[in-house]
């Protein structure tokens, strides 16, 4: 029973990543936006880009995680 609730946080496709990356944007864009209110200037200027970039990054991450895991499936099929 706890394998199936466990497979439901697992990433299977490309397009549940995008949903993903998409939910990290968002909510990284609203910390951003905060991050200006709060930090006039400069400050909350470069807090607002190190939100971003690391959306950039998680989801870089995310990718090339998906396309080893779908390799690694196929490999194991060949065997």
């Given at each position: 029973?706890l ?7 697992v ?5 549940e ?9 968002v909510?990284a ?7 200006i209110?709060?930090?006039?200037g ?7 880009l190190?939100c ?6 998680a ?15 196929v490999?194991k099929?060949?065997?």
């Amino acid at each position: 029973m706890l394998k199936k609730i466990g497979r439901l946080f697992v990433i299977k496709t490309r397009f549940e990543a995008c949903l993903i990356i998409y939910a990290l944007a968002v909510g990284a864009m609203a910390r951003g936006a905060a991050y200006i209110h709060e930090y006039p200037g400069t400050g909350g200027k470069l807090l607002l880009l190190a939100c971003t970039g690391s959306v950039f990054l998680a989801g870089a991450k995310i990718f090339d995680c998906l396309r080893y895991e779908q390799a690694e499936a196929v490999a194991k099929r060949a065997d």
